[in-house]
């Protein structure tokens, strides 16, 4: 077993799915991982995400599979649904030959934050401002709560999600890595089921909207309920 004062050490910056999955893969391979989360806590949120084959076997890999529920109703039917309301039978992902697990983001969120190694360190209200390599390893400023502190590292991995800080401060700004496709998505949870439609049934509007400004002026893609 490696002594702590011999492991490496890494930074993960993020607490996110790929960020939690990093560290317990770090600390698998010896290596001592710290956590830091811009957010005051946890993040559990999220809506639906269906694991696919190899979305299942990173999660085996991880150690997570058997924690993760499927949620899909048994006997699940989609529809289409017209402007008028007219109902045609759709496709959803049950209809699939091997239909993936379904769930809540929060669900894969809770089954990997479960697997953490209990003394891995995770710091909330931390971000890093600054990311600087040399030839020994990386000396990384954050600001924890208000506070600035410099510490080495070994290594540093920006799990921080899309508009990544890591990736600012270590490649330059995001124009750069960003290409937008002029789409935008909105989810949301519901307060209750849908009038019409039974615990089992869903339904995807017959027609895609059009994207209102400033989204994609013109541009088909959006749905809209
Ligand atoms: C609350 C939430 C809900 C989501 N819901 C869904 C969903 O329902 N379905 C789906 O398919 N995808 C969802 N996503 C996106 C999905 O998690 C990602 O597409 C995918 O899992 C990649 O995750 P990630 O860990 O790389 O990044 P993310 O999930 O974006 O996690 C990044 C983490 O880094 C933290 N962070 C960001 N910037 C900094 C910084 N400067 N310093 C420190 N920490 C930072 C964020 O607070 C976040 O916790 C959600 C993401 C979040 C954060």
New binding site residues.
């Given amino acids: 077993m490696t002594s702590l004062s011999s492991r490496r050490r890494a930074l993960v910056?993020?607490?996110?799915?790929?960020?939690i999955a990093t560290a317990i893969g770090l600390r698998r391979a010896g290596w001592e991982p710290v956590i830091?989360?811009?957010?005051p806590g946890r993040?559990p949120?999220?809506?639906?995400?269906v694991l696919f084959g190899a979305g299942r076997a990173a999660a085996r890999r991880l150690g997570i599979l058997d924690a993760l529920p499927d949620r899909s109703p048994p006997g699940a039917i989609t529809y289409t649904v017209d402007r008028a309301g007219t109902r045609r039978p759709g496709l959803g992902f049950g209809d699939l030959p091997v239909p993936p697990r379904a769930m809540l983001?929060g669900d894969v969120e809770r089954a990997a934050f479960a697997a953490l190694p209990p003394d891995v360190e995770i710091r909330y209200a931390?971000?890093?401002t600054r990311v600087e390599q040399d030839a020994a390893g990386v000396e990384v400023t954050l600001d924890q709560g208000g506070d600035s502190v410099t510490e080495r590292f070994d290594l540093v991995v920006g799990?921080?999600?899309?508009r990544s800080?890591v990736r600012r401060l270590v490649f330059g700004p995001d124009g750069r890595y960003l290409h937008r496709l002029g789409y935008m998505i909105a989810a949301t949870a519901l307060p209750g089921p849908v009038g019409g439609l039974a615990p089992h049934e869903g339904a995807s509007p017959a027609t895609p909207a059009t994207c209102p400004a400033p989204c994609a002026p013109g541009r088909r893609g959006c749905a809209r309920t």
């Avoid at 830091?36 to 957010?39: D, G, S, W």
């Avoid at 799990?159 to 899309?162: I, M, S, V």
Wanted: hydrophobic letters at 35%.
């Fill in positions: 910056v993020g607490l996110g799915i790929s960020g830091m989360e811009r957010a993040r949120g999220g809506y639906f995400v983001r931390t971000t890093p799990a921080d999600g899309l800080t």
